[in-house]
């Protein structure tokens, strides 16, 4: 073994309070880093998953219409202006399987879907409810929101005349699989559908609302043969939608949506989440320094004269620095193995001890290897680090001075 | 007579940077091979300070030491180092060894701490030391659990095992019994025969300095005497 090591190992397994002492520091600082990371991760991995159960990633729209100048504005000729916001009513994308199969192709996209999304009524009995009336083909919408993954009650079937809709609504007007319904759309056209299932995403605005149906009969129910208002698209990195929405709108000038646009809020509460996470990592990782730091001097100060020693009978001063500094990477090593084990025992523990009688996690936790390495390559970094300043001490003593005291 | 193994010339320390204490006043002193020297003086007469500028962990504030016709003024820290652990043997008092580390360990350290890796050659040379100075059954002992006697022959196999050829020992025979002392000066002086390996002793003890060829005596940071001894005839 070579020699800085081999004094190094010795001498941590010598002063084996110290050792301990300064171990349990990195373990408790790792242990505290990776169990607030897993759990911060976990919740919010959670509150963007629920978020997007039940929204595309990115949204394709026709624009909103513009009033337009009845006479065109030229020099000389003055104009009283009365401005008239025109009445939005439904219209198809023009051009929809072009722009869609162009979407589809943009880098990062995964899947996109034709929809038809307009407003109606549901009626049963005396009950008539508002509704949001959602036409889709099966196989695209399922790969931009799998509602598969969250039926209640029957199973997803769009097909001849089957539709499947959100609890609440179901709960509201009292209906379940296999009953039937009339749909008024705001086109005025009504069909009776019948329920082949019921699903709840968890957010109130579509369990209460929703009503999914087939592509084309949504398109007869809003009288837009062969059309789709909307293009929705599955993106690979959630948090690269921006990016694909901005470039989408760039060369089609249509209206296009991120659901990073339309959860502004959200994202910002996280942010601020992940900054203070980012605070108090890095207060523990300080307070983890310092403690290897003043240990590590004190065992200089100890072990002053066996380094005159060493210096004298001709160890150079770089490897007496190595010493030290290898101390301080062990410990980090060693620390942050431990630590990782007693962090990710803990947020199992949480999730365990916090979850719903039905063993469905309240609070999941995120323990992912890039965490884990990520930690240990800090903890030993900040070991090593922390080692710098009695390592040089050591590599300066003055051998002569140094035997003789004590 | 053959060129000195060490000369220290016109060597002045001086001590403080606002209050200027002179510790040695300009010294003279040629070390021959195979010479088996004690330095005597009182407390603070500038023997411990000599000896650090000898053994080059100390610089002179003016003069120079030569070894083995070398100045050693002219090198820097790197290389004196280099030179501490393949010229020269230190034995400090018993208690001057790594306690964590065997006996073997610590005869070692000089080589091991200078090239770095350790071989099997290394391991070899400091058991066959040991063995030489009477603790082959102690090698894999940690050295704090050895007696002070046994301590100080583990020193004296580390200062010997590169085969040096100058040894510094600064009152080795200090703290141990009589009867320890007398087995350690008599293994310093088996090695100065057997190796020509040559010894310089700082030492308290007027009956260690009698037994030695030559009795170099420091006061006040000056050489006042330097005589051959009858055991050095």
């Known amino acids: 073994m070579p020699f800085a090591w081999f004094v190094a190992l010795r001498y941590l397994r010598d002063a084996s309070g110290q050792t301990a002492l300064m171990l349990a520091a990195v373990a408790v600082g790792v242990s505290v880093i990776v169990f607030l990371s897993a759990l911060i991760n976990g919740l919010q991995a959670s509150l963007i998953e629920s978020t997007l159960g039940s929204q595309p990633h990115v949204t394709l729209r026709v624009p909103r219409e513009e009033p337009r100048p009845l006479v065109a504005p030229r020099p000389g000729l003055a104009i009283a202006r009365l401005r008239?916001?025109?009445?939005?009513?439904?219209?198809?994308?023009?051009?929809?399987?072009?722009?869609?199969?162009?979407?589809?192709?943009?880098?990062?996209?995964?899947?996109?879907?034709?929809?038809?999304?307009?407003?109606?009524?549901?009626?049963?009995?005396?009950?008539?409810?508002?509704?949001?009336?959602?036409?889709?083909?099966?196989?695209?919408?399922?790969?931009?929101?799998d509602l598969r993954r969250s039926m209640v009650g029957g199973r997803f079937d769009v097909g001849s005349g089957h539709v499947v809709i959100g609890s609440t609504l179901a709960t509201d007007l009292a209906i379940g699989v296999g009953d039937r319904m009339r749909v008024t759309s705001t086109e005025g056209v009504e069909d009776v559908v019948t329920i082949a299932g019921v699903f709840t995403v968890g957010t109130e605005a579509v369990d209460q609302s929703w009503v999914v149906t087939s592509l084309r009969h949504a398109q007869s129910l809003f009288a837009l043969p062969g059309g789709a208002t909307t293009i929705e698209l599955k993106v690979r990195d959630v948090f690269d939608a921006d990016h694909v929405a901005d470039d989408i709108r760039g060369r089609t000038g249509l209206t296009v949506e991120s659901w990073m646009m339309l959860n502004a809020e959200l994202l910002s509460g996280l942010a601020a989440q992940s900054s203070s996470k980012t605070m108090i990592q890095f207060f523990v990782v300080l307070s983890v320094a310092l403690g290897i730091a003043s240990i590590l001097i004190v065992s200089v100060v100890q072990k002053s004269r066996e380094i005159g020693i060493l210096r004298a009978v001709g160890t150079p001063a770089?490897?007496?620095?190595?010493?030290?500094?290898?101390?301080?990477?062990?410990?980090?090593?060693?620390?942050?193995?431990?630590?990782?084990?007693?962090?990710?025992?803990?947020?199992?523990?949480?999730?365990?001890?916090?979850?719903?009688?039905?063993?469905t996690p309240r609070f999941p936790v995120q323990v992912d290897l890039p965490l884990l390495i990520g930690t240990a390559a800090l903890a030993t970094g900040v070991g090593l680090l922390a080692a710098v300043i009695p390592a040089r001490r050591a590599a300066r003593l003055d051998p002569a001075a140094a035997i003789h005291s004590g | 007579m053959a060129e000195?193994?060490?000369?220290?010339?016109?060597?002045?320390?001086?001590?403080?940077e606002v209050v200027r204490t002179r510790a040695l006043h300009g010294v003279d002193l040629d070390l021959h091979r195979g010479e088996f020297a004690a330095l005597i003086g009182p407390s603070g007469s500038g023997k411990s300070t000599l000896l650090n500028i000898i053994g080059l962990l100390d610089r002179p504030t003016a003069g120079r030491v030569l070894l083995s016709g070398t100045d050693t003024s002219a090198l820097d820290e790197r290389a004196l180092t280099t030179l501490r652990a393949t010229a020269l043997g230190f034995v400090f008092q018993f208690h001057h060894l790594l306690p964590?580390?065997?006996?073997?360990?610590?005869?070692?350290?000089?080589?091991?701490?200078?090239?770095?890796?350790?071989?099997?050659?290394?391991?070899?040379?400091a058991e066959e030391m040991l063995a030489a100075v009477g603790l082959a059954d102690r090698a894999q002992y940690k050295t704090r659990n050895l007696s002070g006697g046994q301590q100080q022959r583990v020193a004296i196999a580390r200062a010997m095992v590169r085969h040096p050829a100058l040894v510094l020992a600064d009152e080795p025979t200090g703290n141990l019994d009589t009867e320890s002392a007398e087995g350690v000066f008599e293994l310093m002086h088996r090695f100065n025969r057997d190796y020509?390996?040559?010894?310089?002793?700082?030492?308290?003890?007027?009956?260690?300095?009698?037994?030695?060829?030559?009795?170099?005596?420091?006061?006040?940071?000056?050489?006042?005497?330097d005589r051959a001894t009858p055991a050095g005839r």
């Not at chain 1, 198809?92 to 009524?121: H, K, M, N, Y």
């Not at chain 1, 008539?128 to 036409?135: K, L, Q, T």
């Not at chain 1, 090593?333 to 979850?355: P, Q, R, Y």
């Not at chain 2, 030492?203 to 006061?219: K, M, Q």
């Open chain 1, 84 to 145: 008239q916001p025109a009445a939005q009513r439904l219209r198809s994308l023009d051009q929809w399987p072009a722009i869609a199969r162009a979407a589809a192709r943009t880098p990062g996209v995964t899947a996109a879907a034709p929809t038809v999304s307009g407003a109606g009524f549901a009626t049963r009995a005396d009950a008539r409810v508002p509704i949001v009336i959602r036409g889709v083909n099966t196989d695209s919408f399922l790969a931009i929101i």
């Open chain 2, 196 to 225: 020509r390996t040559t010894f310089l002793i700082v030492t308290h003890d007027p009956r260690i300095a009698a037994r030695c060829g030559r009795v170099v005596e420091i006061v006040d940071g000056r050489i006042t005497s």
């Open chain 2, 100 to 125: 964590a580390f065997t006996a073997v360990e610590n005869v070692m350290l000089p080589e091991w701490g200078d090239i770095g890796m350790p071989t099997q050659e290394m391991r070899r040379r």
């Open chain 1, 318 to 359: 770089r490897r007496v620095l190595a010493i030290f500094l290898i101390q301080g990477g062990v410990l980090g090593v060693a620390g942050s193995i431990i630590g990782s084990a007693l962090g990710v025992l803990f947020a199992k523990l949480f999730e365990v001890m916090t979850a719903e009688v039905s063993g």
């Open chain 2, 4 to 16: 000195a193994l060490l000369s220290v010339r016109g060597v002045v320390r001086d001590y403080g």
